[in-house]
């Protein structure tokens, strides 16, 4: 096969929330089945059609950057996570929905990766809600993607979702929720994966397409790790 034009995308969020299970999903279209705790990032890469169905249509190679690690870490563990956020074109933010912790600390994810977390809790004001002006010049294309909706009680469920969407509404970013033991709810055609295509399309069009906003501001376009096809490599 030719060479392909790439894009990368950050897949950052707490541990345990099941970031390495949702990227075997997306590249493999298969189950996980004996997920492992992440060490540095692991890296794996998904064909994507950009504008599928178009004349514009051209094929894609999306790396999708796991990134291990807890949002609590040192600040030696975040300056070596830092090398991960070099060059970025789109950020996934994943986060457990049975673990609401999980999801308040997107924000601290987002703003680390995004070369703002100066101060860990800056972004929390005094009445417990959080300032959406911090991604207000955001260029960066996101998407909020729950896991584990399985495991929310049917009676919970409708609280847990309106709680979520305020979240992603935050980000300016689509949510997607889903059991990641279950593919059906990324099939074909299924609006989970029609705003996934979506999101991919935007990243794509923001990194080729666009003059500004394809990169974080404060990193500088580097040359990557490993050159090449990158699948399912791993960083320590």
């Known amino acids: 096969m030719a060479s392909l034009d790439r894009v990368k995308v950050l897949v950052l969020g707490d541990s345990g929330v099941g970031k390495s299970s949702l990227v075997h999903l997306l590249c493999q279209n298969q189950v996980l089945g004996n997920p492992s705790w992440t060490v540095g990032c692991s890296v794996d890469v998904r064909v994507h059609d950009y504008k599928e169905g178009t004349p514009e249509e051209k094929t894609y190679y999306i790396e999708l950057w796991d990134v291990g690690g807890s949002v609590g870490s040192a600040s030696s563990v975040k300056s070596t996570r830092a090398v991960f956020y070099n060059s970025v074109n789109g950020i996934i933010l994943v986060h457990d929905l049975t673990n609401k912790k999980s999801s308040q600390n997107l924000y601290r994810w987002s703003l680390e990766a995004l070369n703002r977390d100066l101060v860990p809790t800056g972004v929390l004001v005094t009445n417990g809600d959080y300032d959406r002006e911090q991604f207000a ?30 979240l ?14 279950n593919p059906r709810y990324l099939a074909a055609g299924s609006s989970n994966a029609v705003k996934l295509s979506r999101f991919f399309d935007k990243v ?13 501001p404060g990193f500088p376009d580097r040359k990557r790790f490993g050159g090449g096809t990158l699948k399912s490599l791993h960083y320590d």
């Open 204 to 216: 794509i069009e923001k990194r080729y397409f666009l003059r500004e906003g394809n990169q974080i």
């Open 137 to 166: 010049d955001n260029q960066i294309p996101l998407l909020v993607i729950g896991t584990k909706l399985d495991q929310i009680h049917e009676t919970k469920r409708h609280e847990v979702l309106t709680r979520t969407a305020f």
């Open 168 to 181: 992603a509404e935050d980000f300016n970013a689509e949510e997607i929720n889903l059991d990641c033991t």
